[in-house]
């Protein structure tokens, strides 16, 4: 929110509500993380890997990366490793990251 709040041009921010920390709502337990102090900010347009893997690579954005790590864990537990990008954005799309993580 505060890469789009500094941004000079118009930004469309949608944050899923599952994602907030409140348990009424049904949270998402892997959300409730860490938050740092001091500011700082997710650069818009580029994508993090959540977990790193080799196997397969599963790409998601906001409630869905927190399933693709599911996913993951339980392919973990068949002996594949997967890797989960987390887009944090879908325009700019970081089709860098993506390429790297499947290639």
Do not use: C
């Amino acid at each position: 929110m505060t890469a789009a709040l500094r941004d000079p041009n118009p930004v469309i921010y949608v944050y899923y509500k599952g994602l907030q920390g409140m348990g009424w709502l049904g949270t998402e337990a892997g959300a409730l993380t860490h938050v740092p102090e001091e500011s700082y900010e997710a650069e818009i347009g580029k994508a993090a890997i959540a977990r790193e893997g080799r196997a397969v690579t599963i790409v998601s954005i906001a409630q869905g990366a927190h399933l693709g790590l599911k996913a993951a864990d339980k392919l973990a537990e068949q002996g594949f490793s997967a890797e989960v990008v987390d887009l944090r954005s879908l325009v700019p799309l970081d089709r860098d990251t993506i390429r790297a993580s499947i290639a």
